[in-house]
């Protein structure tokens, strides 16, 4: 089966894949860089795996991406186009972050997770652009979930 192309941005940081979803210009490329880069500062394992667009399919149970080979080690920096960057083949999913309008993001949610190619992936909305919030948030979420 050919595998699903999603409009998203995958990162691996430490030994989870996180799988960044937004419309254009929300963030996602900005929000995955910062968290490279926080990782790669805690001198914790973090790369790219695609910007933008994201090939999805189901192994096992478990939802597994890789980036088009068109854009394979490139992220899109706004107003700089596409650069080279360090990046992995591909990574399971171990959380799907939204990125939606500020007024969607609910403050006390509860665990909510969505279905993606029938692998259950455990699921945050974060707001669209505000890169300075969702990167301490999302830092915080992956230690309390997924500790090193």
Same mark, same amino acid.
């Given at each position: 089966?050919? @595998? ?6 995958? &990162?691996?940081?430490?030994? =989870?894949?996180? %799988? &960044? ?5 929300? +963030?996602?490329?900005? $929000? #995955? ?6 990782? =790669? ?14 090939? %999805? ?10 980036? @088009?080979?068109? &854009? ?7 107003? +700089? ?14 959380? !799907?972050?939204? !990125? ?11 665990? #909510?997770?969505? $279905?993606? $190619? ?15 919030? #969702?990167?301490?948030?999302?830092? #915080?979420? %992956? +230690?309390?979930?997924? @500790?090193?």
């Amino acid at each position: 089966m050919a @595998p699903t192309n999603m409009h998203a941005t995958a &990162i691996v940081l430490g030994d =989870r894949g996180v %799988l &960044i979803a937004g419309p254009s210009g929300s +963030g996602k490329s900005s $929000l #995955a860089l910062a968290l490279v880069e926080k990782f =790669r500062a805690g001198n914790r394992f973090a790369r790219l795996v695609s910007d933008d667009q994201v090939f %999805l399919s189901a192994h096992q149970g478990r939802l597994v991406c890789h980036a @088009p080979s068109t &854009i394979a080690g490139l992220v899109e920096v706004r107003g +700089g186009g596409p650069i080279p960057v360090e990046h992995e083949a591909a990574t399971t999913v171990d959380l !799907l972050v939204r !990125l939606v309008p500020a007024g969607a993001v609910e403050r006390l949610p509860e665990d #909510a997770s969505e $279905l993606l $190619l029938g692998c259950k992936v455990p699921r945050l909305m974060l707001a669209e652009r505000e890169i300075a919030v #969702a990167t301490p948030a999302l830092l #915080a979420l %992956l +230690g309390a979930r997924f @500790p090193a």
